[in-house]
């Protein structure tokens, strides 16, 4: 996994929205009604990197990609992603500066939860970074929308 992704998915997302061409036409923002929203999403493995910082543990495909490298074509694993974790404030920015509205994005249950169940306590520092997140995503006008993954 490349640490450039979030710049990637930004690009990609600006590609095919101003620059995609369909027989000769070119297609714009303009061609969506205005109350048309436009947006990106990601699962936090694939994007969110700092695996095991901040008192986060290992989630299943923490423990698959490191136990089963050959299972993925690249033989990548999250640790570092793209990143996210320490860049998030740069690619809300990016996010703004292309246009996009809306981010989907999910939560790292071990990031909240490291020991699985709230018995084995919350991880403030897990908590923290969701809120500092929704607060710069709403302080630059997005959209947020939260995807849950249970375990």
């Known amino acids: 996994m490349v640490t450039q992704g979030a710049l990637f998915f930004c690009s990609l997302a600006l590609a095919s929205l101003f620059v995609y061409s369909v027989n000769g036409d070119s297609l714009s923002r303009s061609d969506f009604p205005k109350d048309f929203i436009f947006g990106v999403g990601s699962s936090a493995y694939q994007y969110e990197g700092a695996a095991f910082e901040d008192g986060r ?9 490191h136990e089963h490298p050959e299972k993925i074509a690249d033989h990548s694993i999250g640790d570092v992603a793209d990143d996210f974790y ?13 246009g996009l509205e ?20 919350i991880n403030q520092l897990g908590i923290k970074f969701y809120n500092d997140l929704i607060n710069e995503l709403l302080a630059n006008g ?4 939260l995807m849950q993954y249970v375990n």
């Open 57 to 65: 543990k290992a989630s299943i495909w923490d423990t698959f990609t």
């Open 86 to 98: 320490h860049r998030y404030k740069e690619d809300v920015k990016l996010m703004k500066e292309i």
């Open 102 to 121: 809306y981010f989907r994005f999910s939560i790292s249950w071990s990031r909240i939860i490291p020991r699985g169940k709230i018995a084995g306590g």
């Open 142 to 145: 997005e959209h947020v929308a």
